[in-house]
């Protein structure tokens, strides 16, 4: 492998909302310069305040080992797709909408070179799909990060069909100068990892909800004060040989057959989209929020990202452990 | 509600295995006389080991406020079932085995009186069915702890189809003296909700691994820095609401349909059970172990759990919110 050096590589990134400017301000922080492109005139204008904000963020914990103002002067912001030509990587972070993306992905092979790697951030659009609007297809895959971008190790690296494994792998070894543990996947696999989990897990809770089994409250708190007693430090398959393993197959026997196996979304996700429910951003969700409780929330979530990853990072026990 | 005084209180376990001995220490904490009964006598030898040695943890992690010599003195030991004649709530802890349990619980009510709460810690068996075994069932409930169970917040508390909802709310009470958050469940659900929810969990990442399309240390990792980085804080209903939960309804209707569906139990899972796997605690399992890495994850488990704890108790945000 060859050394990469950050500072080395300018990154573009298209899309400048919640997840963009989080990009933006992990590659900025990770040596990078940055040209930050917004395709919609109310991110240009939001944009700066944002990036500003979140590098405060960055500065107070600790993570910067410059000024802010030295930051900035590494990066700029336009809705110039052209600024993009000597970029190295670029990082759509547009709206989850097929159309939206093509029509992105084209203006940035316009002006980038054929080696340029060209990554998306989705959660759920298939990469290979992605992938056919591409002229150059092979430089092209999939980086998921996780909120916020600047703090979670997390990040899933996805390929197409198409994408060279030599550009999957020059960004797998460029995640670890982001301070990221990637995983890499060959596969391009809907929902990618994490998400299908989860995404069983809210089959599943939706289930019990909806057929009055239990509350929002009692599903939330089982989940809290039992999975998340060791989720960070273990995951899910080693939580298993901590528990004695052997009994797991007869208990999957006796309740595979009782999960639910639904197709179709259940009223109470419809009615969230009818109100438009927005969560703590507008205050209408599964739980009630005033404009105090949003915020607490949202902070919180950000401290508390922090501070169980120091917590997880000072267990080491697994760095020499192989699975069979 | 009456007020709850532990200190009068009597309890009783059966089945001195570690998650007994577990509960027998998490009584005795919380101020009551214990009598504790091994219907296998080498649990019997023993029990008294594991039960000083979890009580010295417990003086370590500052959960005592008396010398351990205290504890033991409030506590008996034996194979005879008449010493819990006088208990007014009865824990069975032996193992998930329904013909088992049917003669334990038999044991039990041939000594204690009719009014007397007799509950099963099972994370697996309906209550409604074990119900079957008893004389008085209308006093019979499941308590569901998690390991640690000194420590652990989580405690599921379940109804049969019979239980007199009288003894729920007064074990859902007491469960409160025990420094637990419980949940109380009126409807006798299989597995639970935590389970419910982790068996959805493991059905799709066994699928995933044995399709190839990632590892098990890829689920892992994934579930560690992305679900781990807020499950503690905030469940998963909870965690819709702080990423604007409107656009789930779209993405679940086109995932929903690509899940694990899987009624049977994946051939991985069959080979643990062949190779009498039991993970750390006989070196088999889904990971190599050799004996020192099995004694730090065993470790690793028990202080992260009380870790994580401290840390997710110092973010109060949720107190006053309600749901929908």
Known sequence: ???????????GVVGLGLMGTGVVVSLLISGHRVKAVAPLCEDLE????????????????????????????????????????????????VIEI????????????????????????????PISDLQKYLLHPQRFLGIHWAEPSYLTPFMEITCGEKTDNKHAVWVYELAHQWGKEPTLLRKDLRGFITNRLMYAVYREGLHLVENGSATLEDVDKSFRYDAGSWMTLMGIFRRMDLLGI????????????????DETVSPLMEQMVEINARGTQNLK??????ETDAKK??????LFNEEIYKLASSYSVERKNKSR
């Open 285 to 290: 969700g599964l739980y009630h929020y005033n």
């Open 98 to 125: 097929p159309g939206i993306k093509e029509t992105v992905f084209k203006a940035i092979e316009a002006v980038v070179n054929t080696e340029a790697v060209i990554a998306t951030n989705t959660s759920a659009l």
């Open 297 to 302: 929330w949202d902070e919180a979530f950000v």
């Open 46 to 93: 939001t944009a700066p305040e944002r990036i500003n904000y979140q590098l405060m963020k960055c500065a107070k914990s600790g993570l910067l080992s410059a000024p802010i103002d030295f930051y900035l002067s590494r990066l700029t912001i336009s809705e110039d797709f052209s600024e993009l030509e000597r970029c190295q990587i670029v990082l759509e972070c």
């Open 1 to 11: 492998m060859e050394n990469i050096i950050t500072e080395d590589i300018s990154a």
């Open 246 to 261: 052997k009994d797991y197959a007869r208990i999957f026997e006796r309740v595979f057959p009782e999960l639910c196996n």
